[in-house]
């Protein structure tokens, strides 16, 4: 069966760090692109990072430059996002997922929330 | 940076069609990917390279795109069908998203 289960998130202060893992199973994980995407309260998807297949290739959204950073380890079929400086508007469902040829998400893991407040 | 208009909401009685669209400028030219988000659940994939359906998603749902516009089209619209879905293209190392419609099914 695909797979992925997201972990770490958590209540967090503003201006601190939180590091998203990403465990990828019943797939070929180094194969494809992997990204994360994020979900406000209430809110719509947005696009947070995504990463190649070896990890040469890392975009991120604007609001997240210097601040975020993705990183993948193939051996241990896992993603990661370590998330430095975070602010209020941070808070979300933060989902990974796993990115296709032309860009679509299948699937998608359950999302771990972070709460970024004081 | 590319922007993905979506209508908030489309309202539909069972057994009609829905059709929900996402615009963009000359979205005809990119591939369009459809999500389906349940309360409390993560997004499923529904349409991919605008008209492609995944394994197990039912043939009631279709997709098309041309010109400035992508449409998702949901045939014989079932209670089960109430959700968020929301459009996506892969643009220029970004992915973007459109704000997502709420479809209500009366």
């Known amino acids: 069966e695909v797979q992925l289960v997201e972990s770490g998130g958590g209540l967090v202060q503003p201006g601190g760090s939180l590091r998203l893992s990403c465990a990828a199973s019943g797939f070929t994980f180094s194969s494809y692109w992997m990204s994360w995407v994020r979900q406000a309260p209430g809110k719509g998807l947005e696009w947070v990072a995504n990463i190649k297949q070896d990890g040469s290739e890392k975009y991120y959204v604007d609001s997240v430059k210097g601040r975020f950073t993705i990183s993948r380890d193939n051996a241990k079929n896992s993603l990661y996002l370590q998330m430095n400086s975070l602010r209020a508007e941070d808070t979300a469902v933060y989902y990974c997922a796993s990115q296709w040829l032309d860009g679509w998400f299948d699937p998608w893991g359950q999302g771990t929330l972070v709460t970024v407040s004081s | 940076s590319y922007v993905l208009t979506q209508p908030p909401s489309v309202s539909v009685a069972p057994g009609q069609t829905a059709r929900i669209t996402c615009g963009g400028n000359?979205?005809?030219?990119?591939?369009v990917h459809w999500y389906q988000q349940k309360p409390g659940q993560a997004p499923v994939l529904v349409v991919y390279?605008?008209?492609d359906r995944p394994s197990g998603i039912p043939e009631r749902f279709s997709g098309s795109n041309s010109g400035n516009t992508a449409t998702l089209t949901i045939s014989r619209v079932e209670a089960g069908d109430e959700a968020d879905y929301y459009c996506?293209?892969?643009?220029?190392?970004?992915?973007?998203f459109g704000g997502g419609t709420k479809l209500t099914v009366l």
């Open positions: 996506q293209v892969w643009d220029s190392s970004s992915v973007v």
């Open positions: 000359n979205i005809g030219s990119k591939s």
């Open positions: 390279d605008d008209s």
